[in-house]
């Protein structure tokens, strides 16, 4: 695939090939982290686990104004 994405660039009008290889390049890279997850597997690798979300407070009275409803759709706002 790399030699194909190579020879594709060095071509005259190689521009008309440019989503072609975005995608190779997308392929390659693609497989490039499947054989690194591929190794880490074989070799035993613990999984990481994700971080822990942390819980946001809830917002108190005096935190915000209270923000009044807005007007029914169609409405013209009172001034």
């Known amino acids: 695939m790399e030699a194909a994405a190579a020879e594709?660039?060095?071509?005259?009008?190689?521009?008309?090939?440019?989503?072609?290889?975005?995608?190779?390049?997308?392929?390659m890279?693609?497989?490039?982290?499947?054989?690194?997850?591929?190794?880490?597997?074989?070799m035993g690798a613990q999984p990481v686990s994700a971080p822990a979300q942390a819980v946001a407070p809830e917002p108190?009275?005096?935190a915000s104004p209270a923000v009044p409803?807005?007007?029914p759709a169609g409405s013209t706002p009172e001034v």
Do not use: C, F, I, N
């Open 8 to 27: 594709v660039e060095k071509m005259p009008g190689h521009d008309a090939a440019q989503d072609w290889l975005v995608r190779a390049r997308d392929y």
């Open 60 to 62: 108190t009275a005096s």
């Open 69 to 71: 409803p807005l007007p």
């Open 29 to 42: 890279a693609t497989q490039r982290a499947l054989d690194q997850l591929e190794a880490a597997a074989l």
